[in-house]
């Protein structure tokens, strides 16, 4: 039994966080570290492939025959890329953003897919690792500020940080207050963007394993019901979280891009 | 010592993050029903922006806990 191992670290208690560790960081794979990079394929690192090739594959058969009025794969496909379209391209940034949908559309249905993944027995989620996270919100946090300044020109982008209607005797002390303000506020939006996701889904875990954990403290069959019965409960809740979690990932990448697109304030 | 602290730190903080977040759900939750109950055909609209709305304010019990957990794990 592997995770009766941890169990006793802690007094009696179970520690819930060296057993996620442990199942997190299982080598599958052994492969050789480059430049400090250890490059060994875990747990996280097979969900990701297995997404990645979902996705490759649904959206390969779902577009492959173009017919007027679809059935099959083909109808979820659309349905997916209509919904992404009318949501987050057209309501929130508007037609200037159409450029954007393909990216959009990619970012949510891979969160989407590593989220739900996660909820299979035996495969971790790789949306728990804040490695991943970070990585996405730093795609976000590129894309964003490369579109502001190829829309308005670097000079013009940077100074609509700072707000306009700053009385004329006032602007040499408060523009600059205001500019570094803003660009502390636009570095933390990342940092907000990738915990916010890796925090849902590693609280998600913790819950879970917390309910299994009480049957390994007890030890008892009867007792073991009850967790059983709320944990059944608990991942009908995470599923709803998970594909939650992926809309609000996706809104507000659209709504930071319609703030670059449209000069801000 | 300084761990027992920082796991009493630990408790206590994530006490306090999840009452202002459930208050502030709860006012959230709140608004939207009467939202509703005044306006039916809104009921939509309404719906998703108090998702947004309770996500964003989950995200800060998270961060709570994020810190938390950094607590527990110290020895």
């Given at each position: 039994m592997?995770?009766a191992?941890?169990a006793?670290?802690?007094?009696g ?5 060296s057993i996620?560790?442990?199942e ?12 400090g990079?250890?490059?060994?394929i875990?747990?996280?690192?097979v ?8 996705i ?24 997916i890329?209509?919904?992404?379209k009318e949501?987050?391209v057209?309501d929130?940034?508007?037609r ?9 559309t ?9 989220n739900?993944?996660?909820l ?20 976000v946090?590129?894309?964003?500020h490369?579109?502001g300044?190829?829309?308005h ?10 707000p ?7 602007a ?6 205001f500019f570094?303000?803003?660009?502390i506020l636009h ?5 907000a ?10 609280a998600?875990?913790v ?5 299994i954990?009480?049957i ?9 019901i ?8 608990i991942?009908a ?8 979690q ?10 930071y ?7 801000g304030h | 010592m300084?761990g ?9 903080g ?10 502030g759900?709860g006012i ?18 309404i ?21 938390a ?5 110290k020895?």
């Open positions: 592997e995770p191992a941890h006793t670290s802690n007094g208690m179970i520690d819930i966080l996620m560790h442990a997190e960081t299982k080598k599958i794979i052994k492969l050789p570290e480059i430049l990079v250890d490059l060994s875990t747990p996280p690192v969900t990701l492939i297995i997404a990645t090739l979902l490759c594959s649904l959206f390969y058969i779902g577009s492959k025959r173009k017919e007027l009025v679809p059935h099959g794969i083909h109808v979820v496909v659309e349905s890329v209509l919904f992404t949501t987050f057209l929130m940034i508007g200037q953003g159409l450029h954007w949908w393909p990216f959009i990619a970012l949510f249905i891979f969160i989407l897919f590593n739900i993944l996660g299979i027995p035996g495969m971790a989620t790789p949306t728990s690792n804040i490695n991943v996270t970070a990585t996405l919100a730093i795609i946090f590129l894309s964003v490369v579109q300044v190829v829309k020109g670097a000079i013009k982008y940077l100074r609509g940080f700072v306009s209607g700053i009385p004329g005797f006032m040499p002390i408060l523009g600059p207050f570094i303000l803003e660009l570095v933390f939006k990342p940092f963007l990738s915990i916010r996701l890796f925090a849902n889904m590693f998600g875990h819950v879970l394993l917390s309910f954990g009480l390994l403290m007890y030890k008892s069959y009867l007792i073991a009850f967790p059983l019965a709320l944990t059944i409960a991942m809740l995470e599923i709803f979280f998970k594909m939650l992926a809309y609000i990932f996706a809104i507000l990448t659209s709504l891009l319609s703030d670059a697109i449209h000069g | 300084a027992s602290l920082a796991h009493l730190g630990a408790g206590i994530m006490g306090i993050g999840a009452l202002g977040t459930g208050l759900i959230a939750a709140a608004k939207a029903a009467e939202g509703t109950a005044r306006q039916p055909e809104a009921s939509g609209m719906r998703t922006t108090m998702l947004i709305a309770a996500a964003l304010i989950e995200a800060i019990a998270l961060y709570t806990l994020v810190i957990i950094l607590l527990m794990s020895p």
